[in-house]
C-alpha cells in the first residue's frame, strides 16, 4: 500500500496526522501529515544576521536530536518554505518537538507544536502555527534520501497543495517515496546525518507510528561553519 505525507478533516476538525493509506493521487491523511518569539543570537551569530533577509541564499541548518545533528541545506529556488523555515527555526518554534510519525523505508516526520504535551497525544499530526504556505513545487527537486519536505492536506481538501505551515519530514527511503513527487514541496536536503534518519526511523512506533521512545527536536540553528 503506498504511503502518504497527508492531512485530513476529522469530525470538521483540521487533522495533520499523516497516514499510511494513500491512493494514486497522493491523498491521505497528513504526513503535516505526507503541514514565535525572537531568541538571542547564538553561537557567534549577530542577532542582525538571524533574519531570513541577510542569510545566504542556501543556508544550513543543524536539526540536533537526541539520536544526533541532522544538517540540512536550503534551497533558494523555494523562497516561500525556506523563508518560513528560517522565520521558525531562529524563533525557537520547533525546539523541544517530537518526530511523531516515523516509519522504516519511507521517511520521519516533525514539527507539530501539540507534540510538546505528552497529554496531546491523541492529536498529534493536527497542530501548527496556524496558516499554510503556498505550493512550491519544482521538478528538479525529487524525494531522494535525506529530502526535506513540507507535509500537507489531501487532495480533497487541498487541491493546490498547500503546505503546512510547520510539519515537515525528511526522506528516509528514496524508493519508498518514489510516488511523492511532484505532490509534495520539497525545500531542502540533508547534506550530514544520514545516520541519525536511520536510527530514527528503525525506532519502534505505535499503529499511529509515534515512537515508544521518544525522538525529539533539541533545536534547530544556524550551522556556525556553514554560513
Same mark, same amino acid.
Request: glycine share 10%.
Given at each position: 500500500?503506498?504511503?502518504?505525507?497527508?492531512?485530513?478533516?476529522?469530525?470538521?476538525?483540521?487533522?495533520?496526522?499523516?497516514?499510511?493509506?494513500?491512493?494514486?493521487?497522493?491523498?491521505?491523511?497528513?504526513?503535516?501529515?505526507?503541514?514565535?518569539?525572537?531568541?538571542?543570537?547564538?553561537?557567534?551569530?549577530?542577532?542582525?544576521?538571524?533574519?531570513?533577509?541577510?542569510?545566504?541564499?542556501?543556508?544550513?541548518?543543524?536539526?540536533?536530536?537526541?539520536?544526533?545533528?541532522?544538517?540540512?541545506?536550503?534551497?533558494?529556488?523555494? @523562497? %516561500?518554505? #525556506? =523563508?518560513?523555515?528560517? &522565520?521558525?527555526?531562529? *524563533?525557537?518554534?520547533?525546539? !523541544?518537538?517530537?518526530?511523531?510519525?516515523?516509519?522504516?523505508?519511507?521517511?520521519?516526520?516533525?514539527?507539530? @507544536? %501539540?507534540? #510538546? =504535551?505528552?497529554?496531546? &497525544?491523541?492529536?498529534? *499530526?493536527?497542530?501548527?502555527? !496556524?496558516?499554510?504556505?503556498?505550493?512550491?513545487?519544482?521538478?528538479?527537486?525529487?524525494?531522494?534520501?535525506?529530502? %526535506?519536505?513540507?507535509?500537507?492536506?489531501?487532495?480533497?481538501?487541498?487541491?493546490?497543495?498547500?503546505?503546512?505551515?510547520?510539519?515537515?519530514?525528511?526522506?528516509?527511503?528514496?524508493?519508498?517515496?518514489?510516488?511523492?513527487?511532484?505532490?509534495?514541496?520539497?525545500?531542502?536536503?540533508?547534506?550530514?546525518?544520514?545516520?541519525?534518519?536511520?536510527?530514527?526511523?528503525?525506532?519502534?512506533?505505535?499503529?499511529?507510528?509515534?515512537?515508544?521512545?521518544?525522538?525529539?527536536?533539541?533545536?534547530?540553528?544556524?550551522?556556525?561553519?556553514?554560513?
Amino acid at each position: 500500500m503506498k504511503k502518504s505525507i497527508l492531512i485530513t478533516l476529522c469530525a470538521a476538525v483540521l487533522a495533520l496526522v499523516p497516514s499510511c493509506k494513500n491512493s494514486s493521487n497522493g491523498q491521505g491523511s497528513e504526513g503535516e501529515d505526507a503541514s514565535a518569539t525572537t531568541v538571542e543570537a547564538e553561537d557567534n551569530t549577530s542577532t542582525a544576521m538571524q533574519t531570513p533577509a541577510n542569510l545566504p541564499e542556501e543556508p544550513v541548518f543543524d536539526i540536533n536530536t537526541n539520536f544526533g545533528t541532522i544538517k540540512v541545506r536550503l534551497f533558494a529556488d523555494t @523562497p %516561500l518554505h #525556506r =523563508d518560513n523555515f528560517v &522565520k521558525l527555526a531562529l *524563533g525557537g518554534f520547533y525546539d !523541544g518537538l517530537l518526530f511523531h510519525r516515523v516509519i522504516p523505508n519511507f521517511m520521519i516526520q516533525g514539527g507539530d @507544536p %501539540l507534540t #510538546r =504535551d505528552p497529554e496531546n &497525544k491523541d492529536m498529534f *499530526g493536527t497542530g501548527g502555527p !496556524g496558516y499554510q504556505i503556498e505550493a512550491e513545487i519544482k521538478p528538479t527537486h525529487r524525494h531522494e534520501k535525506g529530502a %526535506l519536505a513540507a507535509a500537507r492536506k489531501g487532495d480533497i481538501a487541498n487541491p493546490m497543495k498547500e503546505s503546512s505551515g510547520s510539519q515537515f519530514y525528511i526522506v528516509q527511503s528514496e524508493s519508498g517515496c518514489a510516488h511523492l513527487d511532484g505532490e509534495y514541496t520539497i525545500f531542502g536536503q540533508t547534506i550530514d546525518g544520514f545516520k541519525v534518519i536511520d536510527d530514527i526511523a528503525a525506532l519502534p512506533t505505535n499503529y499511529r507510528g509515534l515512537p515508544e521512545v521518544p525522538a525529539k527536536i533539541i533545536s534547530i540553528k544556524l550551522d556556525p561553519d556553514l554560513n
